[in-house]
């Protein structure tokens, strides 16, 4: 079959979860290879060097790229692993055109905007469905119509379904429907000049979703439909809930499964049932339990989605609701507050991804405070790296043991810079990333929870355990559990008489998916609610 396209676009307002909205959209399409394309405006190459609060969670994938954090969203909707080359930026478009310039390829022509640009963004559409073999290419355009920087992507999408046809193509538009509290009633009129604009971009809508708080009433539905030439029944609702892997579940009530598949002329989708059945437990939980993330991103909880998903799927898995206590580091650094006050009645302690020295004893602290009361605790990335320096403090005896991210000077640095990494000057994309393959130890709480003697995780780092204090760490009773496979660089840790401390220089919580959850944040929140 020709590949069909799909392009989700918004209007009015970003922030409105087009990201969850195109991995909704896609879930419906069971039965087809669907491949998601994000385009985002920035000239960035990829979001690899920008601070979280900037911009939320890098999301890094298999293959070591680090794209926007939507491509989480798409993993953990559609149980696939996505490819660095889905991720168009405004920068990789563009030093693209202009590497082609330098080369030649254009043969003298003056190179504009319009249309070797464009022109380059369709042909990476193209290429990448051709290259995927893929039934259905979704396309989520980032921002919003009328963000200069992304008109190029909207005149492109445009010109494509010239190309390709209207029976290859549609566009779903997700506008904001506001609720003024005083007002009582859902205001369609900001909806309305969101569609003004992209008709302006010509690009006329074929569904248009409304984000609301509650469900669009037929009266908003009836008014979206007349203004923005469209019928009532391709206003679709996406109202405010419980959980956003229920939106696949509501968008299907709402018959946007079957609109999509009569415009693009395919078959019928298989049930949800798995799917139902663990949104279920999200909604109805009979168990609960609190955890505490300590780090120093906290001003934007974005940076750390990719943790909360983990233990939602956990949570839903073992039908246990997992509240969340956002434990800010530096406070406890700075004396700001107490670990007895932050951690009191927490069942569990993550600590997680982080760079720099800020908030750094803090996190110390806090896996000081899991180790002695014997809390469950789950490291990720850094969150290792801390836990290797506190046993080396305070159960080896080394006092000054520390990073030399943190301690740059330190006589025992604990922790060091990757030898390939010392002589590296650029920041974008020169960490330790993607998928590596580590060799699990017999007999340890980690080889019990992969049921494997080999896991494959991914990873973003600089620094690791430095192989000088292998052996008296282990001597002091640290269990390096997992290894790279030439045996120098530390993947897992545990304390075996502990009832669960563990924690890994990977990053596991990218690979979590709803219906397969990932074994070390599934024995956490197990071990959490004994």
């Given amino acids: 079959m020709q590949t069909k396209y799909i392009v989700i676009c918004g209007s009015v307002l970003s922030g409105l979860g087009k990201g969850i909205a195109t991995s909704s959209v896609a879930r419906l399409l069971d039965g087809y290879k669907v491949v998601p394309i994000k385009c985002d405006g920035y000239l960035n190459i990829d979001p690899g060097t920008m601070n979280p609060i900037e911009h939320g969670e890098v999301f890094v994938l298999d293959d070591g790229g680090e794209v926007d954090m939507d491509f989480g ?9 996505c490819k660095f080359e889905w991720n168009l930026t405004s920068g990789k478009i563009l030093k693209r055109v202009i590497d082609n310039e330098r080369k030649g390829d254009y ?10 640009v464009t022109d380059e963004i369709k042909s990476m559409f193209k290429k990448i469905a051709e290259k995927e073999k893929s039934d259905i290419v979704i396309i989520e355009l980032g921002g919003t119509i009328g963000d200069i920087e992304m008109m190029l992507f909207y005149e492109a999408a445009r010109q494509l379904r010239m190309d390709i046809g209207s029976k290859n193509m549609i566009f779903i538009n997700l506008s904001f429907v506001p609720e003024p ?21 010509g690009i006329q809508p074929d569904i248009i979703i409304g984000r609301s708080k509650n469900k669009l009433t037929n009266k908003s539905k009836e008014k979206i439909a007349l203004f923005c030439n469209i019928n009532k029944e391709e206003v679709i609702s996406n109202p405010n809930l419980d959980t956003v892997y229920e939106l696949p579940i509501i968008f299907k009530k709402e018959g946007l499964d079957k609109l999509i598949r009569s415009k ?28 505490a993330i300590c780090g120093k991103y906290m001003g934007l909880k974005d940076s750390y989605v990719s943790i909360t998903e983990a233990l939602v799927h956990s949570g839903a898995h073992l039908n246990t609701k997992v509240n969340l206590r956002w434990v800010e580091t530096t406070d406890i650094e700075d004396k700001k507050t107490t670990l007895e006050k932050e951690l009191y009645g927490i069942n569990g302690i993550i600590v997680p991804v982080g760079f720099g020295s800020r908030g750094a004893e803090g996190k110390i602290a806090c896996i000081e405070y899991a180790r002695k009361n ?3 605790f789950l490291g990720i990335c850094y969150g290792l790296q801390m836990a290797v320096v506190e046993f080396a403090r305070n159960v080896c ?7 030399i991210e943190i301690n740059p000077k330190t006589k025992n640095p604990v922790v060091c810079i990757l030898p390939e990494q010392q002589r590296i000057k650029n920041k974008g994309g020169t960490m330790r990333l993607g998928s590596y393959k580590a060799d699990i130890k017999k007999g340890t709480k980690i080889y019990g929870l992969y049921k494997s003697h080999e896991a494959f995780e991914r990873h973003r780092h600089r620094y690791e355990v430095n192989p000088k204090f292998h052996k008296v760490l282990e001597d002091n009773g640290l269990v390096i559990s997992g290894t790279s496979q030439n045996g120098k660089l530390v993947e897992f840790i545990e304390i075996p008489e502990h009832k669960y401390f563990l924690a890994t220089q990977s990053h596991p919580e990218l690979k979590s998916r709803l219906e397969n959850t990932s074994p070390l944040f599934y024995g956490f929140v197990k071990a959490c609610l004994k």
């Fill in 73 to 81: 969203h798409y993993e953990r909707f559609l149980g696939i692993n």
């Fill in 181 to 201: 509290e005083k007002v009582g009633e859902q205001k369609t009129k900001p909806t309305q000049q969101g569609v003004q604009r992209l008709l302006e971009a």
């Fill in 397 to 403: 005896g080394i006092k000054d043991a520390s990073s």
């Fill in 374 to 376: 014997n809390i469950p």
């Fill in 264 to 291: 693009l002329r395919l078959k019928e989708s298989k049930n949800m049932k798995k799917w139902v059945e663990l949104v279920n437990n999200i909604k109805n939980p009979n168990k609960e339990i609190s955890i």
């Fill in 107 to 116: 043969l003298g022509k003056t190179v504009q905007m319009i249309p070797h």
